[in-house]
């Protein structure tokens, strides 16, 4: 009886024995493929990491290269890095830029793209950075009928001529093209002015000023109700039935735009290719929007023409926007903090 006893005990001791060899070899196996996974995802993991943190700086870059007005920077360490060197020029530039930070609080600026749409785009982008709705003529008035109207009501059809900026043919084209132009206006305008949320109005202005075909319509909009207001200002001046402005009495004061045609022909049509606006463009731009335009000069510092605003007649309710330049060319935006 013991015997069998103790061969049943040790029969017993060598199946558990047989059977913990086998599982501790499973899980020995199971332990090596858990770390071996482990491994594997933690590798898998750092490289997709990796590999996405690199396509974000990639895209970013590639968003502000897009831009065409860029983010805030330090305004004197852009004068700074800008305006190097003793030269009077510099000295001067450095000294205009320590006003601004010092009396008008502008701490802060963001660079517009330096090309021949800079104005337009510096204005345009500010309006709808802010929210600032339709003018009131352009809420009684729909935008889209302005180009039929001048071409067939008013008889216009030197309008053919007309030029988008560095596209300088158009012909038969024209047409069709500025109606797309007055189209994609009104539309951005509305969803923008309808937008009350600060930052999401910020996003929507960051992709349409990141796409050049879009935001050069906006311009080209504008540059035609800036012709189609002339062509108003002409008609009645000719007949005298009502007075206008000043600033259209200016406009056609010049040699080169003493009618509508002239003004298309020698103005706009550059506009965006070989000029920017002029200062009575600038005029005619913030009468139109409704806003007053507030202009540092910086290469007028120290003169009465260090700070200008266009027009220089305004309405109290209009919306004011700001704008800084260095030579009357190229503009840039100023930010203020209190």
Request: with cysteine; charged share 25%; glycine share 4%.
């Amino acid at each position: 009886g013991r015997h069998e006893v103790w061969s049943w005990k040790t029969a017993s001791k060598e199946s558990l024995c047989l059977m913990w060899q086998k599982v501790k070899v499973q899980l020995m196996l199971s332990m090596s493929f858990l770390t071996a996974l482990f491994w594997y995802c933690r590798r898998l993991y750092s490289f997709l990491a990796q590999l996405l943190k690199r396509w974000s700086n990639y895209l970013q870059r590639q968003l502000i290269r897009n831009l065409s007005v860029l983010p805030e920077v330090d305004l004197l360490g852009y004068s700074a890095r800008e305006w190097k060197g003793e030269t009077k020029q510099a000295k001067q530039m450095r000294e205009a830029y320590e006003e601004l930070f010092r009396s008008c609080h502008i701490k802060y600026l963001r660079q517009v793209r330096r090309d021949n749409y800079s104005v337009v785009r510096a204005v345009l982008f500010q309006i709808f950075s802010q929210g600032i709705p339709f003018p009131s003529w352009m809420k009684e008035r729909d935008i889209l009928k302005l180009p039929e109207k001048l071409l067939y009501s008013q008889g216009c059809n030197w309008i053919q001529q007309y030029s988008f900026g560095p596209e300088r043919y158009t012909g038969p084209n024209a047409f069709g093209k500025l109606r797309k132009c007055m189209e994609a206006l009104k539309t951005n305008w509305a969803e923008i002015s309808a937008t009350r949320d600060y930052e999401e109005r910020g996003s929507i202005c960051s992709t349409l000023f990141s796409d050049e075909s879009k935001e050069y319509k906006l311009y080209e909009a504008i540059k035609f109700i800036m012709l189609y207001e002339v062509v108003e200002a002409y008609e009645k001046i000719k007949s005298r039935d009502e007075p206008v402005h000043n600033l259209f009495n200016l406009l056609f004061a010049r040699d080169s735009s003493s009618d509508p045609l002239s003004f298309m022909m020698n103005h706009l049509n550059s506009i965006g290719d070989s000029i920017c606006l002029d200062q009575v463009e600038l005029f005619l731009l913030g009468y139109l929007l409704e806003v007053k335009i507030r202009v540092y000069r910086l290469h007028r510092f120290n003169t009465e023409e260090f700070q200008v605003n266009y027009p220089d007649v305004y309405r109290r309710e209009w919306n004011e926007i700001c704008l800084l330049t260095e030579d009357d060319r190229y503009f840039h935006i100023p930010l203020f903090r209190t």
